[in-house]
């Protein structure tokens, strides 16, 4: 399967824990997004890369999250000091990036329940 | 600012009827338009993308949407249902990012 994999599919946590999603995109794509989907919406921007460049950030991207894609290839969503609000499901997606309007593949997504 | 407004939150239809599932953009130039299918429990899916060549769009599944600027539309239509049709399908604003709509969710009734 050359798909976007992501990891884990599911994640229960306490309020207050750390949790840390990871991303793979297809191989070469040199760009990655992350969206998060919550019940009954259409899913909404995070962040992108260019490679490993952070190049936009949503506002909804609170100082608790954090991503990275260190070697520009696999990514890494944290979110600190969970809170109920934060369950939702993380979609990851990645691009050739050569245009703006590159079909972005997405992964099966993190469905992250936040106790 | 971009953004997609979808007409239908639920539209419900029976196999072998017409599909039609609406949605209005709003975008100060000529936008990318995506339309993108999302089954349960399965990642999201892209059905046909505009990007300002011929207004009438083919995609997957027999799918096509129409672009139309005097009424800042793209509907997507299907000539005849299928059971495997139904699932939450989202119009899309490209501008780098994705910018989705809220969902339609189509039902097919056998």
């Known amino acids: 399967d050359t798909g976007v994999s992501q990891d884990p599919r599911h994640k229960i946590t306490k309020r207050g824990q750390n949790v840390t999603f990871r991303c793979d995109p297809i191989?070469?794509?040199?760009?990655l997004y992350w969206y998060r989907q919550t019940l009954g919406q259409g899913p909404e921007f995070l962040t992108y890369?260019?490679?490993?460049?952070?190049?936009?950030k949503s506002r909804l991207l609170s100082d608790r999250f954090s991503a990275e894609r260190p070697k520009g290839s696999f990514s890494t969503l944290e979110i600190q000091r969970t809170e109920q609000g934060d369950s939702a499901m993380y979609l990851c997606?990645?691009?050739?990036?050569?245009?703006?309007?590159?079909?972005?593949?997405f992964g099966p997504g993190t469905r992250l329940t936040v106790l | 600012a971009q953004s997609v407004t979808q007409l239908d939150s639920h539209v419900s239809v029976s196999e072998g009827t017409p599909v039609l599932l609406r949605c209005n953009y709003s975008?100060?130039?000529?936008?990318?338009l995506f339309w993108y299918v999302q089954h349960p429990n399965k990642g999201l899916q892209l059905l046909l993308k505009?990007?300002?060549?011929?207004?009438l769009v083919k995609g997957i599944n027999g799918f096509e949407a129409e672009f139309k600027k005097s009424e800042t539309s793209f509907h997507l239509t299907k000539p005849s249902a299928h059971m495997s049709d139904a699932a939450e399908y989202f119009c899309?604003?490209?501008?780098?990012?994705?910018?989705f709509g809220q969902g339609t969710e189509l039902s097919v009734k056998p």
């Open positions: 997606a990645s691009s050739p990036g050569r245009t703006s309007t590159d079909t972005q593949y």
């Open positions: 191989s070469e794509h040199n760009r």
């Open positions: 890369f260019q490679n490993e460049a952070q190049l936009e």
């Open positions: 975008s100060s130039y000529s936008p990318s």
């Open positions: 505009y990007t300002s060549a011929a207004t």
């Open positions: 899309v604003v490209v501008g780098g990012k994705l910018i």
